[in-house]
């Protein structure tokens, strides 16, 4: 049974005379009076019973069991408006509630309501966060009194009984049962405008025995809201202690207890020479974003009712934004750690507005993280006046003592950047490096404070050096306590020096300019020294950078000729004539695979493309090939001579150059290696010969892959053509073993042959399905419907039909040198990865480009094995 709560304060009159039934017949009733407020529908006792009598006639056996109220005398009128409240009730047990009881009132909590015919939806906005949804059988078209029962959840009830749901707080009811009881109710004359209304419900999760009670009390006219804040503020709240802050100009001050997991532990001080500090206030409201070595952001609002902040205390809070209006919130984050829930209070000492903009205020606070103990407190202090406090710029002259790099380390001349690393440095890896305009790009960028700095050499860097937010163009000096940019305090500067995929999350260091100069905005020269630690670590990485923008030094050319000593093929490894790639590779080579390999254009393609300084090399033969040589980007065309110290192409050195020579599935990651253009001709940029020899060691191994490329343009090589007659030690079919006439396909498998299973298979039109097609070079045969057998049989690329003879040294198609040709017999699921093989056309006609008859002989041994397929075709006999 619900719990009751007190009838509405409604007046209404006695019931009228018998015989007022439900058609509306009888004694009309008397009128309402009016209330002080406005005024006010008043519901009769006959309007009651005759609305309760239809109500129930009309909803079916199952449906509410509905009772009439006792109505106050005839004539009787409450005209005091009663506070409104929602008391909440929950058993030990009941999920929605938590067992806990709930008070709520204008003073603690807004309330909204919305009525839509016999609709009631009911929103509680306090500490906790609640909606009521309460419906009435739909035969009732406006909320009426009575009481409702054998209710379900809203949303999902049975129109014709009415239904309702009270939930919050991330929790409610997959199902429910319940009751409603509508003590009073009252509407705006002349509107369904809602006035009043006394409510009380009861309501079961999942059918379980426990409940949530509740009552409502809502009155349109009660105009009460929260107090606004405790002044002056309790006494014994936390304060900073004597001296612990700024003695003058804006700040904020944080202290931490040990387990406070926003501020760790620690106390911070920022002011204007440290940090930005940006305030805004807007209503009720403060945000202020502390940009410093730490970055944090603070929210201070005031309970709902109180346009600007007011000095005093604003105590209970939660976390903004999920706090409760009535009562304000704050919230208190950053670095990457905030509450996920809070309790808390601030102060407001002192405010000063101008208007609506806020001139000064001096502000403490408490929070406490997710129920813990252990508290944050803060102190702001912030005066608008104090705006355009001057941040200090760099120290000048510099601190003595500071690194610089020994004499003589350094380029005498030039641009120059020189690096030296700490054993345990992790960007550095412990190791010098110089880079000057020969051997590396050098890119200098300057923005306002900013310069950027680009490396890109046998190593890539990335150096970023901002000074503090109020000093542009760069000045000399000193820019200390510095953190890593771009993720820096811009009121101190930061800088960054990462590359080779290696950089700090975190770091501290230091930078001077030693020396700078401008034309305009423009950077003519800079002299910088930097020092910066990784993560804390002792370890460093030191720098200096010397640039001049007048600087044209260049990277050398190709040395001519090329040092004594180099790899070149021995006498007669080589062919005597026409154009030709040469490789030999070192046992352990991973690319060669330890073996040599001559192509020409007898047994291969050779493809060769140049664009600019580049030159690159196609080989499709037995194995395919690609090489790239690439002179450095000063060149435009190839020149003759030496190119060494060489890294992989395309992630080399442009200013040395690169290399590359990779196939079959295998290359470089990285590599070291040289190149030597013996002779190299031009008409135009047209390229006519080259001659060149390479050497490359992948991973830094010792092992090498040598090549030694010559070509011509003029070289008009062409494969050989079948050998006709064929070899006379060919396989054919034993005698008898095929017909003597007409048409047919034999295949004889070895033992231990994958394809054929070991069997041998005549197939002829008049038992089978025998397809064959040619175009070109190429002969494709088939056997059977899908499934059957299929046979590929492809010419050397110089020719445009079949021809007589033998083809030999072949691949599987069509993955084979198409110098020599290719074949593949396959079928019923099964065919080689690779094969070799050779076939044989004993004899062919064509009439003009269609095939009209063929002789063809076969063998294919899969993955290299011993065990043989092989067959003849004859067609068109």
């Known amino acids: 049974m619900a719990v009751r709560v007190m009838l509405v304060a409604a007046a209404m009159t006695a019931l009228a005379a018998c015989g007022g039934g439900g058609d509306g017949a009888g004694t009309a009733p008397s009128t309402a009076a009016t209330s002080a407020g406005g005024v006010t529908a008043t519901t009769t006792a006959s309007e009651v019973s005759a609305k309760i009598i239809n109500a129930s006639s009309a909803a079916d056996e199952s449906g509410p069991a509905l009772r009439p109220l006792a109505l106050s005398p005839r004539g009787s009128r409450i005209t005091t408006v009663t506070p409104n409240s929602v008391t909440l009730q929950s058993d030990p047990g009941d999920y929605i509630g938590r067992g806990k009881n709930y008070t709520y009132s204008n003073a603690n909590a807004s309330f909204s309501v919305t009525t839509n015919r016999g609709k009631l939806s009911f929103v509680v906005t306090g500490d906790q966060n609640w909606r009521g949804d309460f419906a009435l059988p739909s035969t009732l078209l406006k909320l009426q009194p009575g009481t409702y029962g054998n209710l379900t959840r809203f949303g999902f009830h049975v129109p014709t009984a009415g239904g309702l749901n009270w939930s919050g707080e991330g929790r409610g009811c997959n199902t429910l049962t319940g009751s409603l009881t509508i003590d009073s109710v ?45 002044n002056p503020p309790p006494a014994g709240l936390w304060a ?130 997710d129920g813990s103990a252990p508290a944050l407190r803060g102190q702001i202090h912030w005066t608008l006046d104090d705006e355009n406090t001057v941040v200090p710029g760099p120290v000048n002259p510099p601190p003595t003592g500071l690194w610089a790099p020994p004499d003589g380390e350094t380029p005498a001349s030039g641009s120059y950047v020189y690096l030296v690393s700490d054993a345990a440095d992790f960007v550095g890896r412990g190791r010098k490096y110089v880079y000057t305009r020969t051997n590396a790009s050098l890119a200098v960028t300057a923005n306002g404070g900013t310069l950027s700095v680009n490396v890109a050499g046998d190593q890539n860097w990335n150096g970023g050096f901002a000074a503090m937010s109020t000093v542009a163009p760069l000045q000399p000096g000193y820019y200390g306590d510095l953190q890593r940019y771009p993720f820096h305090n811009p009121i101190k500067g930061g800088l960054s020096w990462s590359g080779d995929g290696r950089g700090c999350n975190t770091l501290k260091g230091w930078f001077v300019v030693d020396a700078v100069s401008y034309s305009g905005t423009q950077l003519r020269s800079i002299d910088l020294r930097f020092e910066q630690h990784c993560e804390g670590d002792a370890s460093a990485l030191r720098g200096k950078i010397h640039w001049i923008a007048d600087d044209t030094s260049t ?27 040469y490789l030999v590779s070192e046992p352990g080579d991973f690319v060669g695979e330890g073996k040599s390999y001559t192509y020409s254009g007898a047994n291969a393609s050779l493809g060769v493309t140049t664009n600019g300084g580049k030159l690159s090399l196609n080989v499709t033969g037995d194995q395919n090939w690609r090489g790239d040589f690439a002179a450095m980007n000063t060149l435009t065309l190839l020149q003759p001579g030496y190119y060494g ?39 135009g940029s047209q390229l006519r010969s080259v001659d060149l020899r390479f050497e490359q060691h992948c991973e830094g191994e010792i092992p090498a892959l040598r090549g030694q490329i010559h070509w011509t343009a003029d070289d008009n090589t062409t494969p050989p053509g079948p050998v006709n007659p ?152």
């Open 555 to 581: 990277a050398p050319g190709p040395i001519n000729p090329p040092p004594a000593g180099l790899w070149a093929p021995a006498a007669g490894a080589t062919p005597s004539s026409g154009s030709y790639v």
């Open 240 to 369: 900073p202690a004597p001296g612990v802050t700024p003695a003058s100009g804006s700040y904020v001050y944080l202290v931490s207890d040990t387990g406070d997991f926003v501020g760790q532990g620690r106390s911070y001080t920022y002011s204007r020479a440290n940090a930005s500090l940006v305030v805004t206030a807007n209503g009720g409201g403060l945000a202020l974003n502390v940009t410093g070595d730490q970055n944090w952001r603070g929210d201070f609002i005031a309970m709902n009712t109180v346009p600007q902040l007011r000095p005093g205390y604003y105590g209970n809070l939660q976390r903004f934004p999920f706090h409760n209006p009535s009562k304000g919130g704050l919230n208190w984050s950053g670095d990457g750690r905030g509450c996920n829930t809070l309790q808390g209070w601030f102060v407001v000492d002192a405010v000063v507005y101008s208007g609506s903009q806020l001139k000064s205020i001096d502000l403490r606070f408490e929070q406490h993280c």
């Open 645 to 683: 110290d060489l890294q992989r192409y395309p992630f080399h050195n442009a200013v040395k150059g690169g290399l590359s020579w990779s196939g079959e599935g295998r290359g470089c990651n990285t590599l070291k290696g040289w190149f030597v253009v013996d002779a190299i001709t031009y008409t």
């Open 726 to 877: 064929p070899p006379a030690n060919l396989w054919a079919p034993a005698a008898g073993a095929t017909p003597s006439t007409g048409n047919f396909i034999y295949l004889a498998s070895d033992s231990g042959d994958w394809v054929g299973g070991g069997q041998s298979a005549l197939y002829a039109p008049a038992s089978s399905t025998v397809t064959v097609n040619a175009n070109g070079g190429h002969l494709w045969v088939t056997v059977g419907d899908v499934g059957g057998w299929r046979g590929d049989f492809v010419t050397m690329n110089s020719l445009t039909q079949l021809q007589p003879g033998y083809y030999g040294d072949l691949q599987r198609y069509p993955f084979h040198n198409p110098v020599k040709g290719g074949l593949s017999w396959y079928g019923n699921g099964r065919g080689c990865n690779t094969l070799r093989g050779w076939f044989a056309v004993d004899a062919v006609t064509y009439v003009g480009s269609e095939l009209k008859s063929i002789d063809l002989r076969f063998e294919q041994h899969c993955e290299g094995g011993s065990a043989a397929l092989r067959g003849r075709i004859r067609w068109g006999f």
């Open 186 to 230: 009252s509407f705006r004359v002349g509107s369904d405008a809602l006035e009043a209304i006394d409510l009380s419900f009861e309501q079961h999760c999942e059918g379980d025995g426990v409940a949530l009670r509740g009552q409502i009390h809502w009155s349109a006219d009660d105009r009460s809201s929260a107090s606004g804040p405790v």
